[in-house]
């Protein structure tokens, strides 16, 4: 059974750093993408990168890059966001997922983690 | 401002039909498959359609996705109390090199 777990909440102050996880299981992590999306509070889902753990190959929304760091350790299965200085502005509940990529103009995000609440507050 | 473009609220009673949808562009909707996510209040997305009109394992058949050029349509039939949540259209853009979502939206059972 494919399983993505992600990290507990996290509060956190303007400033700080904070790296979230993603524990996968249940399938061959190397093989497919791994995603993150942000919600914040009330609002749409944003999609904010992505890697493939076979080669560590990573894209970033424009929205996004230079903010986060979107990384994975095979040897655990598990992917991580990370931020070097947090802003109020990211808190937000932000999920993983796994993508599927079935051909050049088809993919889509097939398993969700429960998502990790991080609240940045003064 | 989202890339795909859905309506911020649909609504219908129960047994009705309801159609929810997405405007994109050529460089999203037009080049790429779509796909449909369905969020339960307080839950995590769930995948509902794939690849415009296909669906997982475990969906049931009174949902369907379809896609004409630049736009598609999400289409729940006999519409259940239990299908109250918001749903996102998604595509990759190949301008922005990137996944888009629509703003979501939001469908009330009455």
């Known amino acids: 059974e494919v399983q993505l777990v992600q990290s507990g909440a996290e509060v956190k102050k303007p400033g700080e750093s904070l790296k979230i996880s993603c524990k996968t299981s249940?399938?061959?992590?190397?093989?497919?993408?791994v995603g993150w999306v942000r919600q914040m509070p009330g609002k749409g889902l944003e999609w904010v990168g992505i890697?493939?753990?076979?080669?560590?190959?990573?894209r970033y929304s424009p929205s996004f890059r230079g903010q986060v760091t979107i990384s994975a350790d095979n040897s655990i299965s598990t992917a991580y966001l990370q931020w070097s200085s947090l802003k109020a502005s990211d808190t937000a509940i932000y999920y993983c997922a796994r993508r599927v990529v079935l051909a050049r103009t088809a993919y889509f995000f097939d398993f969700w983690g429960q998502g990790t609440l991080v609240t940045v507050s003064s | 401002q989202s890339v795909l473009t859905q309506s911020p609220s649909a609504s219908g009673t129960p047994g009705q039909r309801v159609t929810i949808s997405c405007s994109g562009g050529r460089s999203n909707i037009g080049s790429h498959t779509v796909n449909w996510y369905q969020q339960l209040p307080g839950t995590a997305p769930k995948l509902l359609i794939y690849s415009d009109n296909q669906r997982p394992s475990g969906v049931p058949d009174r949902f369907s996705g379809s896609k004409s050029g630049t736009s598609a349509s999400l289409a729940i039939s006999g519409l259940q109390s239990e299908d109250e949540a918001d749903y996102y259209c998604a595509a990759w853009d190949d301008s922005l090199n990137g996944l888009v979502f629509g703003g979501g939206t939001k469908l009330a059972v009455l």
């Open positions: 249940g399938y061959n992590f190397a093989t497919y993408w």
């Open positions: 890697i493939y753990p076979g080669d560590s190959d990573t």
